[in-house]
């Protein structure tokens, strides 16, 4: 586990891979985000990226969950605090295999031993371009903290 | 059909409402962004919030729905570009009931009609009180240029 103490700026998580087919960005929509470019191929088709198109909200949530498994999986995390810079590069595509990284900009200490820890999140596809940037920050246990009780 | 020429600043969209159940919260989360306090009701019981909370992936989600439904779903948008001060003021659990509403903050001009629109996110839970706070950019087609072709 690492607590606030463990996480020095340039500290780099290297997500896996997430593969998105057509028919995942079709479901996902069609409950969080029912837009004809996200869920009617043949309308997408004739609309302004000449197919589908996964919703921002698959793109972030796909960035999540990455992040998840690469470092808050490993972190002492109290609670997110919020989201900021949230940039989406380019569309993704049905086919686009997702990677990146995060890695930890700055630390701000906050009583009994815990850290306000900022992040950012780069995601690219398969062709290393980016596709979704944005910059988190979470609150995070102290090592010491930790050892006594929640 | 909503275009650049109608999304003026001050225009506001309410939300509907959406439900969220333990077990709605644990499914988002098994598949997108399994941490303990999101999918573990008993390690969740004995964290910082003595029990299961949402993933601010979910919560996002349901935002991004929310504002899909009430305010998407009628205005003729090119592509988002961005998501900015996503604040999480306070942890969704279950049995909440979320809802508020978007409103357009700016609108500024851009070349064959379009605009980038600019627009307020704001979800409350049952007590009103604020769960989440974003804002979101839109490129938005202008109605003469929609008339004459994507």
């Known amino acids: 586990m690492l607590y606030a103490e463990d996480l020095h700026p340039g500290l780099r998580f290297p997500y896996a891979e ?3 087919s057509e028919q995942d960005i079709i479901e996902f929509a069609r409950t969080w985000d029912p837009l004809p470019s996200h869920v009617d191929p043949e309308a997408a088709r004739q609309g302004e990226f000449g197919g589908i198109i996964a919703s921002a909200s698959h793109t972030f949530a796909v960035c999540v969950r990455l992040t998840s ?4 999986a490993q972190v002492a995390v109290i609670a997110g605090k919020g989201i900021d810079g949230v940039r989406l590069h380019k569309p993704v595509r049905p086919g686009d295999t997702l990677s990146g990284h ?12 815990r ?11 398969q ?13 995070v246990r102290g090592c010491q903290a930790s050892a006594s009780g929640p």
């Open 102 to 113: 995060a890695e930890i900009v700055e630390r701000r200490p906050r009583s009994q031993g």
């Open 115 to 125: 850290a306000e820890v900022t992040f950012t999140c780069s995601m690219t596809d």
């Open 127 to 139: 062709s290393q371009e980016p596709v979704l940037t944005m910059t988190g920050t979470i609150l």
């Open 18 to 20: 997430f593969h998105l």
């Open 69 to 72: 498994d690469a470092m808050m």
